[in-house]
């Protein structure tokens, strides 16, 4: 890495948080009830399992305003998973154990990929992978590596799902400047190698995740935008 280019480092609850907002109000309003007695665990329901039931209602609800149909799926089977004992006793089931967790993870899956396919085209423009010319995408995998050719960076989009993304850019004399990368990052990392002599122009919306990107660039040097979202995962721009 380029020791005249630092990284910043960005933690915060997105540009467009109102959910998490949302979120984080209302998990101050059950603590303070659990602390005077008055919160779930008097109904046999930790305090601890309704806040992690809040975040994953949070993360469905913001799937469902991004569009992204196939991304409520795993929420929703977390939250089975979290609350079953109690479904179970509102079904009036003495087994607690309605369904094992493993099917209920493969049933998630399988609609995740499903609905994925079928729905690609109801996702907001701005980061929908299938309208730009060149589509990355990379699911549940250890470590996926993407080459870009820079004569071709027009509108590159890069998504990935509970996994890891590296991006290197190549021929970059050949680039023509003011090109755009789109990412999508959800429960991951996506790691971009930039040329050190690039600005980089950023602008991701980051929910409960870090995003590093390097400072001390000159603005007269060729420009690549980088937008996009990134939720409880983490997104680093770098040196090539």
């Known amino acids: 890495m380029n020791k005249n280019n630092n990284i910043s480092f960005e933690f915060n609850v997105g540009k467009s948080g109102w959910v998490w907002g949302i979120v984080l109000v209302l998990t101050a309003v059950l603590i303070v009830l659990e602390g005077l007695g008055m919160g779930f665990s008097a109904y046999g329901v930790s305090l601890w399992k309704v806040a992690l039931g809040v975040l994953l209602l949070a993360w469905l609800i913001k799937e469902l305003i991004r569009l992204r149909i196939a991304g409520i799926f795993f929420p929703a089977a977390f939250i089975f998973m979290l609350f079953e004992k109690n479904i179970a006793s509102l079904l009036g089931r003495e087994d ?3 369904i094992s967790n493993w099917y209920v993870l493969l049933a998630a899956l399988l609609l995740t990929v499903g609905f994925g396919a079928i729905f690609h085209t109801g996702r ?10 060149n589509c990355n995408k990379n699911s549940f ?3 996926a590596v993407t080459y870009i ?7 590159t989009s890069i998504e990935n799902d509970f996994g890891k993304t590296t ?3 190549e ?7 003011n090109g755009t990368i789109r990412v999508d990052n959800s429960f991951g990392e996506i790691e971009l190698h930039v040329p050190a002599d690039w600005y980089v122009a950023a602008d991701i919306d980051s929910s409960f995740g870090s995003v590093f990107i390097r400072q001390n660039q000159n603005p007269e040097n060729p420009r690549i935008n980088i937008v996009g979202d990134n939720d409880f ?3 680093k721009i770098v040196n090539s």
């Open 233 to 235: 995962g983490s997104i």
């Open 96 to 98: 607690p154990n309605i």
């Open 171 to 177: 021929n970059k004399e050949a680039y023509l400047g």
């Open 167 to 169: 991006v290197y850019i």
């Open 149 to 155: 050719d820079a004569a071709e960076l027009g509108t």
């Open 141 to 143: 995998s250890g470590n």
């Open 124 to 133: 907001k423009e701005k980061y929908d992978c299938f309208s730009s010319v």
